[in-house]
């Protein structure tokens, strides 16, 4: 299975780009401050050269072999993930940073005794519900529970 965000959300951070690339040349052309302009054109360059095309390349794919998710900047993706293979059992919970926001973390108790904790991407939890109901479907044990403070 392979998740992906809906088509509309890339597309609408293209349209948010370019509107503020013709909000920036609407500025240059009525000759107000540069500067305004210089912000709009960032915003246009942001939205549109990294937000867009990261969006449209995020991705969490669960498999026979693997759950793993590619996110982040379309030119330094970040993968992360793990082998079913190698899992005994997922405890997710939630967990606060220092600033005290609460988010959610994936601790995957591995066969070999390790555990390790992951932070899953927006997508990853939107699809969460269907994710753990396909591990555990695949045989793997899958808790859900409060989990402390770091």
Same mark, same amino acid.
């Given at each position: 299975?392979?998740?992906? !965000? ?66 982040? !900047?379309? !030119? ?75």
């Amino acid at each position: 299975m392979v998740y992906t !965000f809906p088509t509309y959300v890339p597309i609408l951070a293209a349209v948010v780009a370019v509107l503020a690339a013709a909000v920036g040349a609407g500025i240059l052309w009525l000759r107000k401050p540069w500067s305004y302009a210089l912000v709009a054109f960032a915003v246009s360059a942001l939205l549109g050269g990294i937000l867009a095309p990261g969006l449209m390349l995020d991705r969490v794919v669960l498999d026979d072999e693997k759950l793993e998710q590619t996110t982040g !900047f379309w !030119f330094a993706p970040t993968v992360k993930g793990f082998r079913l293979a190698d899992v005994a059992a997922v405890t997710i919970g939630t967990k606060r940073n220092s600033r005290g926001r609460e988010y959610e973390v994936w601790l995957v108790h591995r066969r070999s005794g390790q555990t390790q904790e992951f932070d899953p991407g927006d997508l990853w939890e939107m699809n969460g519900p269907d994710i753990i109901e396909r591990l555990r479907a695949k045989g793997i044990q899958v808790r859900q529970e409060a989990m402390g403070n770091p």
